[in-house]
């Protein structure tokens, strides 16, 4: 491949495109501080891979198959980040940690995320709702 | 394209769902076949001898019959002029046997046949 960025004089040159989802809404539908999870993802890739970009909304729809294959409509923030393959191999737990915490924080059914080609899920188990305890009686 | 994208994914804890198509849709798809045309130009070297002939790449060495529609065999051909230059004509089937290839290398293949 031609050197470009010599050519340019780039003093950077990254070719693996991450891109990741930021959702707006939970598994169940409600709205979750898409803003803050916006943030932090840009603080974890600008940390680790020294930038990132967020794109306005869009909209999408995810098939919850744990749900029966509930459609999940919201409207995800999309991410860019380029970077290397060995600079991601290498803060691969950095960027797992955000990840995971993401998935589980905003409660979501899984993480979904690009690198070049290839799209990768991180799913989360459903959580069984938790029955209503029993009333204590005052015994008299 | 990320070459150790199964060890990534473990590493993260994630599952490889798909591997996303060369060419799609929209402003980001005319960009991929865009880099599909580049890399058939540069696979293409001008034939030895005295009837040299197209370019073509060394390693195709077969010539086999693709069955296909008209439709298909129409946009090969609207696509493939679109891709060549003065100085470096594409083939239709040139273009097939790039597109085909790259689809090839994103088809996990079992080592161990059932």
Redesign the interface.
Known sequence: MADFARALGASKSASTLLVLFVPSKDRTDQSIDQAYWVNQALTVLGTLFGGATAFPQGRGVWRDDAQGGKLLFDEPVVIQCYTGEQTLERQASGLRDFLHRMGREARQGAVGFVIDRDYLEIAFPLKEPTPPQPKHKKRR | ?????R???G??????????P?VGGGAFGAARLAAVVETLRRRLVPGQGLRAGRPTDPSWIHHPKVPMSEATERLLTRLAEQASTAGRKVSPMQLAAQILEDALT?IPVSKHPQ
Do not use: F, P, Y
Not at chain 2, 11 to 20: D, E, M
């Open positions: 394209m990320a070459k150790n994208i060890r990534i994914a590493r993260l804890g994630a599952k490889v769902v798909t591997r996303l060369d994103g």
